[in-house]
Structures are given as structure tokens and as C-alpha cells.
């Protein structure tokens, strides 16, 4: 995943602060643990001289490797020495743990604090980037798009029914719009459920102003309180965006954070394309599309898109195999009802 210089100094300094504020969390429960029960720092002194006079004495027994040899079948020899010390230090670690156990605290209080156990807050486990640095660049990058502001006032606790009527049944499903909208908000709720157990995408469509965009952004929400990556681009932005890399001759020559890499689109733990059918359509746009649905796909990364169009449109709209990919890889949730939007401004 492609950053600029400026950028991986940035994540490289938030690690930095991570490790200091885990380690004076560390700190601070050493000082809780030595105030409420003392005699853990003198057990813990007392391993320290334990393993320093066994140093030592293994730094001398090599240099005089003939005495011990004769006394090896006495009670000093070199193998009831080293069972000795091992016999002690889990002693001593026995009564740590019950000193801790004593004040009310788990074996592992002392441990040392991590917030990603899987990189131990390094970034990377091995030579490969942890999933927590991919998902703090993703963030990094996008942070300008606004996102996790619109999801503190749109999610599932601020989705409401009432703009949703409750008669005139629809002839394709016999649902009114009301129990039509709570249908397609369970289901959205599984998804973030099941995200991490069950590989699946959303297709939302159906009337404007019915409320897809404020569903995606309820998903969005879940999903970011989760610690998952989501990128969300509206259509337009998102070709326009390819377009530039593809045919900006400049493009990548400069170290700035406003050039799109296409490796987030596939790295990301969800896509939301909003408003799909907004864009200037044309043989690029399909066959883009094609390529980000079926990249995904083979990764096993969701997609959420939404789209006012039906789907006999997006089947004209667009290639038959992206059509194809859509809905038989795609949970198809339609919304329909009153335009929300208007609703809201003449009340």
C-alpha cells in the first residue's frame, strides 16, 4: 500500500506514541502492584540476584570445567545446581502470582500492554504491514473524506421509521415501505454481525431519497467502531480518481497525499460505491467497475453499492458480466417510499 514519506512518518510516530502510552500504563500498575503489596519488588529483586549469581557462576565453571567434573556426582554438581535454580525461580514466580492474586489481580496484570497483540504495536510482523498499520493508512488518507463525522449523526441508532409509510403494499414483494425499510435494516445489521464469519456483499437500490445512503452509512458506522477499514466513494469520485491515474501523465512523480493508489480499493475490509449510475458512463467506467467487483470478490473483501437505478437499468447501464457479478455474488435489498428528503423539508 502505497504512502508517501510524510505519511509513513506519521504512522511511524503514532506507533511511537502507543508504545510510550501502553508503557506508562505498564508503569503505572508496577506502582499500584509495589504500594498495595511491597514484597513483590523484593521477590522480584531476589530473581534478579538469583539469575546474576547463576551468570556468574556459569561464566566460572567454564573455566574450571575439571573440578566441577569430579565433584559431578556430589550434591554441588552442575546439574542439581542448574534444577536448584529452576526450582527457586518458580518458587519466587509462584509467590508473584499470588501477591497479585491477593490484591485482586490477574496473573497477567503485569504483562506488557499492547493495543494490537498481533505486531505488539510495531506495525509489521515480520516484513509483512499488520493489518492495524493497513487500517491506520486507510484511515490516514481518507480521514479528509468526512466519513466518520456523517456516521456520528447517520447510523442505526438515529435511522427512523417514520418517514417510511405503512400502507399501499408493493406488488413486487407485498410489503409496505415501513415494514419493507425495517426488513432491509435487519439485514443490514447481520452484515456487520457476520462480517468477520461470513464473506458477503450489499446491492441497495430502489427509489431516490428512500435511504440508502443513510443504510450504507449505519453499516459504515458498526464497522469502524470495529476497528475495520471502510472507504466510501460516491461514483463520480471514485472514476474520477481512476481516470487521474490512469491518463495523468504527472501522476505518482509527486510526494503528496492527494494521489489515489487503487491497492486501498482492494485492501480496504469494505467498498461503499454510493450513488452508482451518477457517473458519466462509458466503456472505461464498466470496465473499471468489472475490475473493482471482481478484484474483491477474489479477495474476499466486501462491497457495499447503492444506486438509484433498477436493475434492468444497471444491467443496460453496464456489461453484462458486471451484471452478473452483482447479483449472484450481492445480497439485493431494495428500499422504496416517499422521497425522505422532501418529506424533511416540508415539515
Sequence with gaps: MALTNKQYDILMREYDNIRTA??????????????????????????????????????????????????????????????????????????????????????DYLSPVYTCPLCKDSGYIGQERCSCFKKKAIDLVYQDSNLKNITESENFDTFSYEWYADDSPNSANGLTPLQNAKQAVAMAKEFTVKFDEEFSNILLYGTTGAGKTFLTNCIARELLNSTHSVIYLTAVELFDKLSQKDFNKDYGKSDTSDEFD??????????????????????????????????????????????????????????????????????????????????????
Design 262 to 347: 487503487t491497492e486501498y480499493l482492494t485492501e480496504c475490509d469494505l467498498l461503499i460505491i454510493d450513488d452508482l449510475g451518477t457517473e458519466m458512463g462509458n466503456s472505461y467506467t464498466a470496465s473499471k467497475l468489472f475490475y473493482i467487483i471482481n478484484e474483491r470478490l477474489l479477495r474476499k473483501k466486501s462491497v457495499i453499492i447503492s444506486t438509484n437505478l433498477s436493475l434492468k437499468e444497471l444491467q443496460d447501464t453496464y456489461s453484462d458480466r458486471v451484471f452478473s457479478r452483482i447479483t449472484s455474488a450481492y445480497k439485493c435489498i431494495r428500499l422504496f417510499g416517499d422521497d425522505i428528503r422532501i418529506l424533511k423539508a416540508t415539515r
Design 22 to 107: 501502553n508503557q506508562h500504563i505498564l508503569n503505572e500498575r508496577y506502582e499500584e502492584v509495589y504500594r498495595l503489596a511491597p514484597e513483590y519488588s523484593e521477590i522480584e529483586q531476589e530473581i534478579i540476584n538469583i539469575s546474576m549469581d547463576a551468570a556468574r557462576e556459569r561464566i566460572l565453571g567454564s573455566n574450571t570445567a575439571s573440578s566441577l567434573q569430579d565433584a559431578s556426582h556430589g550434591n554441588d554438581s552442575p546439574l542439581n545446581k542448574s534444577g536448584d535454580l529452576q526450582s527457586k525461580l518458580s518458587e519466587l514466580n509462584n509467590r508473584k502470582t499470588q501477591c497479585l492474586t491477593r490484591i485482586g489481580k490477574p496473573a
